[in-house]
């Protein structure tokens, strides 16, 4: 097996649908040798009876409840038995050759551990994907809504239009050798919901592999359906991970975001009720 297909699932059976069909209409076995894994965290909308109807077509781990994005693609991962492992979201659709690029760029190129590629809009414009490791500064600048000064740290200025090395790639679609994950370890399942990856690409390049954007593939990226979900006890898992994250890599100098993060999220429960 040279590839396993991860894809985490929750209350997406239009996109889940869609996403699979993609795989399996843009890449032949021929081409590449690979394997569908899903796991659906305790979904209620119909995607669990979807995924129960492609038999044997996918490999289908069914969680009772939703256990979060990290523990389930844990889940997956133990199952992978690919070379390389892809993290991929269920709200993406595959594009011809671009999961035979992604294989054959980490086949020759031993020293990159990781590879992500261009995500596009429905309009076919690039999504960013691409981030430095963030600072406190970071934080403080993005939980105040001052995007505009941290433009560096997302990368604004980069056009997706050539190939580099970069510190952290969404993991919508990160193809990851299995060798590194067997020594960096999977995601830490500390991290609920976000901020697992940015840990995850973390200890990649802290092991001296490097993780490369790939400019000449690209799949579609339709946006981020389950967060958008959130009810107010998942967001306040969602910033309790981001809290986690500052105060594990920079200490009492974190605690500051404490305030920031709790009013960010009283504003977002009152809007919604």
Not at 120 to 144: E, I, R, V
Not at 148 to 170: C, E, P, W
Not at 177 to 201: H, P, Q, W
């Amino acid at each position: 097996m040279t590839l396993s297909i991860i894809i985490v699932n929750w209350n997406t059976k239009e996109l889940i649908g869609k996403c699979i069909e993609s795989i399996f209409d843009t890449t032949q076995m021929s081409e590449l040798l690979y394997e569908v894994i899903v796991i659906d965290n305790g979904s209620a909308d119909g995607s669990k009876e979807y995924l129960l109807s492609l038999g044997e077509k996918i490999v289908l781990i069914n969680n009772d409840t939703n256990r979060g994005y990290a523990a389930a693609c844990n889940l997956g991962m133990k199952q992978a038995a690919g070379k390389y492992m892809l993290l991929l979201g269920s709200d993406t659709l595959m594009l011809n050759g671009t999961l035979v690029k992604c294989a054959a760029y980490l086949e020759s190129n031993p020293q990159v551990g990781a590879v992500g590629c261009k995500l596009l809009n429905p309009d076919g414009t690039a999504q960013n994907s691409c981030k430095k490791f963030p600072t406190l500064k970071n934080a403080f600048y993005a939980y105040l809504s001052l995007d505009k000064l941290n433009r560096s740290y997302d990368m604004a200025d980069f056009g997706y239009d050539k190939t580099i090395t970069v510190d952290q790639i969404a993991t919508t679609f990160l193809m990851i050798r299995a060798e590194v994950i067997k020594k960096t370890g999977m995601f830490d399942e500390t991290y609920r919901i976000l901020y697992n990856d940015v840990d995850l690409c973390k200890r990649i390049r802290s092991y001296g592999w490097e993780i490369v954007f790939l400019h000449t593939c690209s799949i579609y990226h339709l946006g981020s359906h389950s967060t958008k979900q959130a009810d107010f006890a998942l967001r306040k898992k969602m910033y309790g991970d981001i809290y986690r994250y500052y105060c594990r890599n920079f200490g009492f100098k974190a605690k500051f975001l404490y305030p920031i993060l709790v009013t960010r999220l009283l504003i977002v429960s009152t809007i919604k009720a």
